[in-house]
């Protein structure tokens, strides 16, 4: 019997089509086999798709690369969160998530949309000759935590950096996150590569501002962050230390509106 | 903010999800260059196609096609997969659709016929738009490099490995056994070194590597790799097995000959392919070599840029 399902493809963190970091939403009315959300999401070839279920006053979410099952993605949260509060359920304040990392809670903020996501610290550590190397200039300082994050001087050095990605993809580390502070207004710009996950460079990336924002938030003594990715598509957030929370904020916007034969 | 309607199927393929994906967008008009250049790259699909109303009357349509990062003059699967949206949809710019249709390419006027099953559309066949053309004999170094493969893993008495087109380039590479195909890994920098050495103005160097259990075997296993155009490993290249299939021909001493050959590919990266060609010669002279395959659709809805 074929089957139609809504799908809809949002770029996240931007606030123009053809930027930021696309996302696939599908609608499902029941849940389907894992084996077949793998296979849509390899068919969209997008860094993520993303299931929603409603089951009562509850949305549960899940996310997938053409590859894998995501344990998080900030951004495919965002995108939807988009999907529910400006096409579906346009009168709702917010939406809760859940998903494998616990409860997730977007709400409206300005124009954009507002995601409370758990902050991810990072700690100084030793220089790292083989990190170095590999992103073909050296940090003027790094710290670690499920990610390096790879500190320089000038905004300059982050969209002028061409990593070596088979050598960072040797690294004992999730992946690499670069930045340097902004100028006009833009507190921090970066950077993320992860080519251990099988992405050279994500284009905005939400869960690496759970470490930017807190370090550019203790070292400029700022509450609000405001966050520029410079990959090659662009991405803007802002973000705001809560505690053991980050609250980020973006805009987002559809770029695509269909429906999906199964 | 414009709405632009798009379909995509899975082509080359009878099942849902596997074979090669494509996005269409049967009515381009009002898309620049620019605009239609992003969408192939939002898509991120090998290819996206855009169908315009013919410069010519007597012709079909324009059919553009682009990768996610240039627009190039031909392509196989791009052209059944168009035609079968077409064929489905059932008329193109107020006219009903033909069984027969010419497509105005960069390449030339390619003829593309729809394969019906019960009267349902449910493929597309396409001639070559160009007689083959050799434009390099490849050294197997450069192809062991750019497939992580050993100079052992050719075999001694295989074809030559060349560079070769009826509309798109490729590189033919002759692999002895279907264990080496499956340990093909495309490498970048060799990728572009081999861009350096072989340079064609049509595309990048793109290596399509196929294996026979014999010389006169009915079907063809085969990968394709072309890092350089934003696709590792294509699941079915029907401009590849074309230019593999006229190769073939010009081979065969019959002056008079129509068979049949399968091409399957996609199977190690698990979106199973088939591609079917017609290979074709009367009183000596090779006929342009036919590529045929079914389509399934996938997705259908409207972009807003």
């Given amino acids: ?66 590859t894998v099952e995501l344990p998080l993605c ?39 949309l507002a995601l409370d996501l758990p902050l991810n610290r990072a700690v100084p550590c030793a220089p790292s000759p083989a990190l170095a190397a590999a992103l073909g200039k050296a940090p003027a300082a790094l710290l670690t935590t499920r990610n390096y ?83 090659p598509r662009g991405g803007a957030l802002t973000g705001e230390v809560c505690g053991d929370r980050v609250v980020l904020a973006g805009e987002a916007r559809l770029y695509l509106e269909g429906t999906i034969t199964l | 903010m414009i709405s632009v309607g798009y379909v995509t199927v899975d082509v080359f393929t009878r099942t849902r999800f596997a074979g090669n994906p494509l996005a269409v967008i049967p009515d381009a008009r009002g898309l620049g260059d620019a605009e239609m250049q992003r ?36 392509a196989g699967h791009p052209n059944v997969g168009t035609a079968f949206v077409l064929g489905r949809q059932g008329n193109l710019f107020g006219r009903p ?12 006027v390619v003829e593309v016929a729809l394969v019906r099953d019960a009267g349902q559309v449910v493929g597309a066949r396409i001639a070559a738009p160009r007689p083959l053309e050799i434009s390099h004999v490849i050294d197997a170094e450069t192809v062991a490099a750019c497939a992580s493969l050993r100079i052992e893993d050719f ?43 072989y340079p064609h103005a049509d595309d990048h160097f793109a290596l399509f590597l196929f294996h026979r259990a014999s010389e006169d075997a009915g079907r063809v296993r085969a990968r394709m790799f072309a890092p350089l155009s934003s696709t590792p490993e294509d699941p079915a290249t029907g401009s590849a097995a074309a230019a593999l299939g006229a190769r073939l021909l010009s081979l065969r001493r019959e002056a008079d000959l129509d068979a049949e050959l399968v091409v399957d590919q996609g199977i190690e990266m698990g979106r199973p392919s088939t591609i079917s060609l017609n290979l074709k010669k009367i009183a000596g002279v090779a006929q342009p070599v036919q590529v045929s395959g079914h389509c399934i659709e996938v997705m259908s809805g409207m972009l807003k840029i």
Avoid at chain 1, 164 to 185: E, M, N, Y
Avoid at chain 2, 45 to 73: C, H, K, M
């Fill in chain 2, 97 to 108: 659709v033909s069984d027969l249709m010419q497509f105005e390419e960069r390449a030339g």
């Fill in chain 1, 74 to 112: 900030g951004h495919g949260t965002l995108a939807a969160a988009y999907v529910i509060l400006t096409l579906r359920d346009p009168g709702a304040p917010r939406v809760v998530f859940d998903t494998k990392a616990g409860k997730l809670i977007v709400t409206r903020h300005g124009s954009g």
């Fill in chain 2, 155 to 197: 075999p001694p008495d295989g074809l030559l490995p060349v560079m070769a087109s009826v509309g798109l380039p490729f590189a033919l590479a002759e692999i002895a056994s279907l264990e080496a195909l499956a340990r093909a890994r495309p490498n970048g920098a060799a990728f572009a070194l081999a861009d350096q050495r």
């Fill in chain 1, 149 to 231: 994050l790879a500190v320089y001087d000038r905004a300059d050095d982050v969209p002028a950096l061409t990593p070596d990605f088979a050598a960072l993809a040797q690294l004992h580390c999730t992946g690499v996150i670069v930045t340097a502070p902004g100028s006009d207004g833009v507190h921090c710009v970066s950077r993320y590569f992860a080519p251990a996950l099988g992405v050279d460079e994500d284009a905005v990336t939400g869960s690496a501002h759970c470490t930017i924002v807190p370090y550019w938030s203790g070292r400029l003594g700022k509450s609000t962050i405001v966050a520029r990715q410079v990959s």
């Fill in chain 2, 39 to 74: 969408i192939a790259a939002e898509f991120n699909y090998s290819e996206s196609t855009f169908v315009l109303p013919p410069d010519d009357a007597a012709n079909s349509a324009r059919v553009r096609i682009f990768t996610p990062t240039d627009e190039i003059p031909f």
């Fill in chain 1, 1 to 66: 019997m074929t089957r139609k399902l809504p799908i809809y493809q949002v770029d996240a963190f931007t606030d123009r089509v053809f930027a930021g970091n696309p996302a696939a939403i599908v609608v499902l009315d029941s849940w389907l086999p894992d084996a077949t959300l793998q296979a849509i999401a390899a068919e969209n070839n997008l860094p993520a798709t993303a299931f929603l279920h409603h089951e009562g006053a509850h949305c549960a979410l899940r996310w997938f690369t053409p």
